[in-house]
């Protein structure tokens, strides 16, 4: 084991003894944009990186040799794709690059790692969390049928296996994924059978005012939206009831229209998800205080607006953050990287920062219109049915969760698992547990900032116990 | 800025004949009890009940390798273990798999049997297994074992579902149990007890001090200071994989402890976590973890391939002599203890609460407290007790 943080070539990971230790965990736009602006400093942080290649989860690139044109995988976001994947063979050696590395606890200040060589360690004097967001996941009827993925998981088929999902797909959302997700899979030449939002139509027109905030994100999601109409698929706003329909494998979508009509479409795969969630484990790890977000109904760090936490050495930035988007994350991720600096003593361009915290004000007034356009459907919940399975990797059921917050006194999220197993399995939680704590505080009939959320504890993703004895 | 000024929450104060501090196993099956023999007893746990030492060890149901003066009270908790799930009215999961321990040296093969030999006379029956019969027992073994010894009787349980169950049954029973309640002090009266914990003021005739780690506290506010530390058990848990280590596995020393659910998951330990001062929570560290891995991989090898999915800490009380304190103060009549199980006290702590419960009804009980007197402390010089790296929980 690595106790001092070497990379593999046993060079320091500060240029000199001097310099601090700065990890930037994740390499998406904050991520990238961060160790960018350290490196101009003349640092040379660390970039751990869970994927082979950098991009994030929305600039995700295909494997080496399955390259595709930017412009068919990433439509209008194609040049800024572009510019950030070149940027990590553009800054060289002026950073330590550590792909396909899992950073699965966090102890003090030392990062505990996975790499294709074991287990590692890297002790940091600064971190820079740039973590993401995954799919929030909701339970409905036949979810956990071969054949359902989330938006995300369709997204990442295509991007990076090239594959979309079936050949007759339906999509189904609550956010503004939705209409990217369907535009890229007509692009991609597949058959998109249905496009479903549970979101009213009437909460996006309300929103449309906040949403004048960024003019040109608004314009493109118009314009996805009209290509899709254009090529046939118009979104149905406002569905209800969703269900997945077959024997072992998906063959229909079942759902209501905003009048209470039922349709039936077949299918071979299903595109679910509501919403994203912030994936902040490592900064709950790190010790960093979080606090509950009442729009988007999830808990995210404590963070000021240059992504300072309550930690002085730990910094925030993008999706992991709270949900921002990619254009926020890049600012963020800049952002984060000048305030750290700040706090290094070195010199900062002030009018940098300034017009940076201009674009990111106006940025969060256009999330917050965005949140209110595309409201958590909580309500979803309501109508699942007691035997729906709600944590798969341990098969907790619905009706399971809710007698065990009415009838076994679990008024608290990590009681609700000490009793029922919820977030006990695989994923830790990161796919059950906020429908677990929406489904908790509703069978109580308390508000779900009460309810609270699971304790982190390592490893964030399951370790191969082999390598203990390598 | 102007500070936020809650208003205090305004509740008379309570009164009662026993006021319990700590919401473990031994203090609700203490409340159980009192409230049975018709005694009005309120409970203050400062976080959820169970979420102690009760809910954080390993969940072994063990006599093997107690000092031999916990044995008498280890038997009597046995008894209680077999009828427990029904008397809480919850499955908890307990099952008498036994409990092998493992000689990994002829000197550890020695400790084994002298101490097979002396359990015996307390009324322990241990089986000795040669090497062949503990391969021929446990085929998966790997590491260089050349003997062990079985308890048939011991087992295993659920250590997250047992103290919440209690809760329950004591709240049906109608034990007055406040949870998110810190104790923040307490004094002795003319006629009783007055405790003072956040929201509730507490008067009554007698109090029972089972707060764990923080059992030191409450006795220090009786004149009566010991030295107890905190002890955090380092445990993890595989994914679920085929059903196959049907025992409870230790190993001489106790550096390592595997046993594995009906639902697959193997959940072993070994050293010990981090507490963090400020939350006073812990947490597993990253050494004892792998550490912990590596010993385990040795004793099972058909584990390589498994992925370890879950880690967890908590904190217990730990004595000098790893024993806990049970029993009378020795300088306030109507206060009892028991606290500082030193990572042992799962399996105890159904007997333990009886003990209090007579302590308080009869003002003794028929089981052999003497050994775990808080006295032993009386002049003691040094400050707690060296830090112990490895138990069996």
Redesign the interface.
């Known amino acids: 084991?690595n106790a001092h943080g070497h990379s593999e070539h046993g060079l320091p990971a500060g240029r000199n003894g001097d310099d601090p230790v700065i990890a930037v965990v994740g390499a998406g736009p904050a991520g990238l944009r961060a160790v960018e602006t350290l490196a101009a400093a003349g640092l040379r942080p660390v970039l751990i990186d869970e994927a082979a290649r950098p991009g994030g989860q929305i600039y995700r690139q295909p494997p080496p040799g399955a390259e595709r044109p930017a412009e068919a995988l990433y439509g209008l976001e194609a040049p800024k794709a572009r510019v950030l994947h070149a940027l990590v063979p553009a800054l060289g050696e002026s950073i330590d690059y550590r792909p396909e590395t899992l950073v699965w606890?966090i102890?003090g200040d030392?990062l505990?790692l996975k790499t294709a060589r074991g287990?590692e360690?890297l002790d940091f004097d600064r971190l820079v969390l740039a973590t993401g967001a995954m799919d929030r996941v909701l339970p409905f009827p036949g979810w956990t049928l071969p054949g359902v993925f989330t938006l995300g998981a369709a997204q990442i088929a295509l991007k990076a296996q090239g594959a979309a999902i079936g050949r007759r797909v339906a999509l189904v959302g609550a956010g503004p994924l939705l209409p990217l997700v369907v535009h890229q899979y007509l692009k991609a030449g597949a058959t998109v059978v249905a496009a479903l939002d549970v979101t009213p139509f009437g909460a996006k027109v309300a929103a449309l005012p906040g949403l004048m905030n960024e003019p040109a994100t608004l314009a493109k999601g118009l314009w996805y939206t009209a290509r899709n109409a254009l090529a046939g698929r118009r979104i149905v706003s406002g569905v209800r009831a969703i269900r997945v329909e077959g024997e072992g494998r998906v063959t229909s979508l079942v759902w209501q229209d905003a009048k209470g009509r039922e349709h039936r479409v077949a299918c071979d795969a299903v595109g679910a998800s509501f919403g994203l969630r912030s994936e902040c484990q490592l900064a709950d790890l790190a010790?960093v205080k979080l606090r509950f977000e009442p729009t988007t109904r999830q808990w995210i760090p404590e963070r000021d607006q240059s992504g300072r936490t309550s930690r002085p050495d730990v910094y925030v930035a993008g999706d992991g953050a709270g949900i921002g988007g990619a254009d926020a994350a890049e600012l963020q991720g800049e952002r984060a990287a000048l305030a750290l600096l700040q706090d290094l003593g070195r010199p900062v361009d002030a009018a940098r920062v300034a017009r940076l915290d201009a674009r990111l004000a106006r940025q969060a007034r256009f999330r917050a219109a965005l949140e209110r356009a595309y409201p958590f459907p909580a309500h979803l919940l309501a109508a699942v049915s007691d035997d729906e399975i709600v944590c798969r990797c341990e098969g907790v059921t619905v009706g399971l969760l809710r007698s065990t917050a009415t009838g076994?006194?679990a008024h608290?999220m990590?009681?609700l698992k000490?009793?029922s197993?919820i977030g006990?399995?695989?994923c830790?939680g990161r796919v059950c547990g906020q429908a677990a704590a929406e489904l908790l505080a509703a069978a109580r009939g308390a508000e779900v900032a009460t309810v609270g959320r699971l304790?982190g504890?390592?490893?964030v993703k399951?370790?191969?116990?082999?390598e203990?004895?390598r | 800025m102007s500070a936020i000024v809650t208003a205090p929450t305004v509740t008379g104060p309570v009164r009662a004949d026993v006021a319990i501090v700590g919401g473990g196993v031994a203090a609700l099956s203490a409340a159980v009890t009192l409230k049975k023999a018709g005694l009005s007893v309120v409970l203050m746990e400062k976080r959820l009940c169970g979420a102690g030492a009760s809910g954080v060890n390993f969940g072994g149901v063990r006599q093997q390798g107690r000092e031999f003066v916990e044995l008498p009270l280890s038997a009597r908790s046995r008894k209680l273990w077999d009828g427990l799930s029904k008397f809480l009215g919850e499955d908890v999961e307990f099952e008498a798999t036994g409990h092998i321990k493992l000689a990994r040296s002829e000197a550890d093969l020695a400790e084994l049997e002298r101490y097979a030999e002396t359990a015996r006379e307390w009324g322990l029956d241990l089986t000795m297994l040669g090497p062949n019969a503990v391969h021929d027992a446990l085929p998966w073994l790997g590491e260089r074992v050349v003997g062990a010894s079985l308890s048939p009787t011991d087992g295993q349980a659920n250590p997250r579902l047992v103290g919440p169950a209690y809760a329950r049954l004591a709240r049906r029973l109608g034990v007055d149990v406040r949870e998110h309640t810190p104790v923040t002090g307490a004094t002795r009266t003319a006629d009783g007890f007055v405790v003072e914990a956040a929201g509730v003021t507490v008067h009554a005739r007698y109090l029972v001090n089972a707060a764990g780690a923080g059992g030191g506290l409450v006795a220090s506010a009786f004149g009566e200071p010991v030295p107890v530390s905190p002890l955090m058990p380092n445990m993890l848990v595989t994914e679920p994989l085929p059903y196959f280590v049907e025992r409870s596995i230790g190993v001489v020393g106790g550096d390592v402890y595997v046993r594995q659910i009906r639902r697959g998951n193997v959940i072993f330990g070994g050293g010990s976590g981090w507490r963090d001062a400020a939350t006073d929570l812990a947490r597993p560290v990253t050494e004892q973890s792998l550490g912990g891995m590596a010993r385990t991989l040795h004793l099972v090898p058909g584990l390589v391939e498994a992925q370890v999915i879950r880690s967890w800490s908590g904190i217990d009380g730990q004595m000098p002599d790893h024993i806990p304190v049970v029993g009378p103060s020795s300088t306030t009549p109507g206060l009892v203890h028991a606290f500082g199980f030193s990572g042992h006290g799962f399996q105890l702590g159904p007997a333990i609460g009886m003990i209090l419960a007579e302590l308080v009804l009869d003002g003794r009980t028929e089981s052999p407290i003497a050994p775990f007197a808080i006295t032993r402390f009386k002049d003691w010089a040094g400050g707690p007790g060296e830090a112990v790296t490895h138990v069996e929980h």
Do not use: V
């Open positions: 084991m606890n102890g030392r505990d287990f360690t010790g076994r006194d608290e990590n009681r000490a009793l197993r006990m399995g695989r830790q304790r504890n390592p490893p399951p370790i191969p116990i082999r203990a004895i």
